[in-house]
């Protein structure tokens, strides 16, 4: 490999942890100084990387940053309204005590194959709150449990856009790739639930302030200071386990009802609405298009014309649609009619105010990937690594690795190593289903700052620093190397 890229690739990341953990700059600033070296060290021309910068950000935002917005107020009206506590009741006498984290990690998988991680994650993490907040203990288990299911589906199940552009490349049955991608997720499933398990309890106590405040209450600051300073684990919250502080119960930022009012209550399943009706709308958008396609298909026409229901349900089944809608029903279903204008865009702004960072570092996030890719460095790394003497199917298991590794996007790595794999696969003698997998696995690895779902998922979790690295890094980390195993085995018999 070039020596000048992979100077350019180890100084980048060198410059993101050293202003990270080592001076009083954070994360957007680290990003946007990696993105420079990078290039420069990289040798593009000052322009070009001013290019790459600008464009991965928008690009970025363009796909994520309105869904964040939205899913940011979503969560704000399920908090204030009590929705969010009524969901996690109704969570835990569904799946009952202790199998919570079960439950995210499931949840999470379904989601995904239909939406985007990013989308769904900011659609399902009120929930994980709710529950926590409940629990009193335990969001990062719960937090990182939803984040990695969602992982799982996104990058082995179709119809997600990496695994769909990965069966086309190297002409691998989609269907098959569907089956054997759902058997690994489940397979996965434990990985994600165990390390969730362990890890989340060792990093409760670095959990930022705002964060844990906004999860178990406001005496959550001052009691989880204290249990830190005296050298243990924070503390529950709260009275009864509920994590609820006193006087800050679900639903009392409503105030009393006027007098002659009916009292608001909200129910498990008006709770559920604001977040279903997105969802069920994206996947309706999903499915539509697919059996569109595929009766065209069958049809014998060329090229693809939506019919008037897919067009229809491609706008409303359109994440940002989707959520406008759930934010929608939020409001004029969940809040009481009597509650004053004044208040609610209150409420609104300052979910707005509080999303603010995450779409900087989201942003910058995606804009240090595409400087990674537009340098070159992850068509470098794939090449190099094709010429290794290695067993057949760990060649486009380990491209894929080291693509996401050097910039990032876990659909750019899989397709990237299916690009490069497949003038290989004769020689290698392994089948294009095989080597669909391996892909789709080794895009898996190491989810860190290049990765614009690192920010989303580890923000939102309240992560920050070295805790964000074992926390986030190390589930992506622990599911990738479960899947070789499972790859191996699945070589015996594909």
């Not at 939406?115 to 994650?121: A, K, L, P, R, T």
């Not at 340098?375 to 057949?392: C, Q, V």
Request: glycine share 14%; aromatic share 6%.
């Amino acid at each position: 490999m070039d020596l000048q890229l992979l100077a350019a690739l180890v100084l980048g990341i060198a410059t993101i942890v050293v202003v990270v953990l080592r001076t009083r700059l954070d994360a957007f600033i680290a990003l946007l100084l990696a993105c420079l070296v990078t290039g420069f060290v990289a040798g593009a021309p000052a322009t070009e990387v001013l290019d790459s910068i600008t464009g991965g950000f928008g690009s970025t935002m363009e796909s994520i940053g309105i869904v964040i917005g939205l899913g940011v107020a979503m969560g704000k009206i399920l908090e204030v309204s009590g929705a969010a506590d009524a969901l996690a009741r109704a969570f835990l006498r569904a799946f009952g005590k202790g199998r919570e984290p079960w439950a995210m990690a499931g949840s999470g998988a379904v989601v995904s194959v239909p939406v985007f991680c990013d989308s769904g994650y900011v659609i399902m993490n009120p929930l994980a709150r709710s529950i926590a907040r409940r629990k009193g203990t335990g969001y990062v288990t719960l937090a990182l449990a939803l984040g990695c299911g969602m992982t799982l589906t996104h990058h082995l199940v179709p119809p997600t856009p990496g695994p769909l552009g990965v069966a086309g490349i190297l002409g691998a049955d989609l269907g098959k790739l569907l089956l054997a991608g759902l058997v690994f997720a489940v397979l996965l499933v434990p990985v994600v639930v165990g390390y969730a398990r362990w890890i989340g309890p060792r990093l409760e106590g670095s959990l930022l302030p705002d964060v844990r405040e906004a999860v178990y209450g406001k005496a959550a600051r001052t009691t989880a200071t204290a249990g830190v300073a005296a050298g243990g684990e924070p503390a529950r919250t709260g009275s009864g386990g509920t994590g609820d502080a006193p006087g800050d119960a679900p639903g009392d930022a409503l105030g009393p009802a006027p007098e002659g009012a009916r009292p608001h209550r909200v129910t498990a399943f008006m709770a559920f609405l604001p977040l279903l009706v997105p969802l069920l709308l994206i996947v309706a958008n999903t499915a539509a298009t697919a059996i569109d396609q595929n009766r065209q298909g069958a049809l014998g026409g060329e090229g693809y014309e939506p019919s008037r229901l897919a067009e229809v349900l491609s706008f409303i089944g359109n994440p940002v649609v989707a959520l406008v809608i759930g934010i929608l029903i939020a409001v004029y279903v969940l809040l009481p009619r009597w509650t004053p204008r004044r208040k609610v865009t209150g409420w609104l702004a300052e979910a707005a105010a509080s999303a603010g960072l995450v779409l900087l570092i989201t942003g910058a996030g995606g804009a240090f990937g595409a400087v990674l890719r537009d340098s070159g460095i992850g068509d470098e790394l794939a090449e190099a690594i094709s010429s290794w003497s290695l067993p057949a199917v760990l060649v486009p298991f380990l491209i894929a690795s080291m693509v996401r590794i050097a910039q990032g996007s876990g659909t750019v790595a899989m397709i990237t190593a299916a690009s490069v794999t497949a003038p290989l696969l004769d020689g290698l003698g392994i089948s294009a289903l095989l080597a669909a997998l391996a892909c789709c696995a080794g895009s898996m690895v190491l989810s860190y700052f290049n990765d614009s779902y690192f920010w989303v998922v580890t923000r939102f979790t309240g992560l920050d620093g070295t805790a964000a690295l074992r926390g986030w890094s190390g589930i992506t980390t622990a599911v990738w190397l479960g899947s070789l195993p499972l790859l191996l085995i699945a070589s015996l018999f594909l």
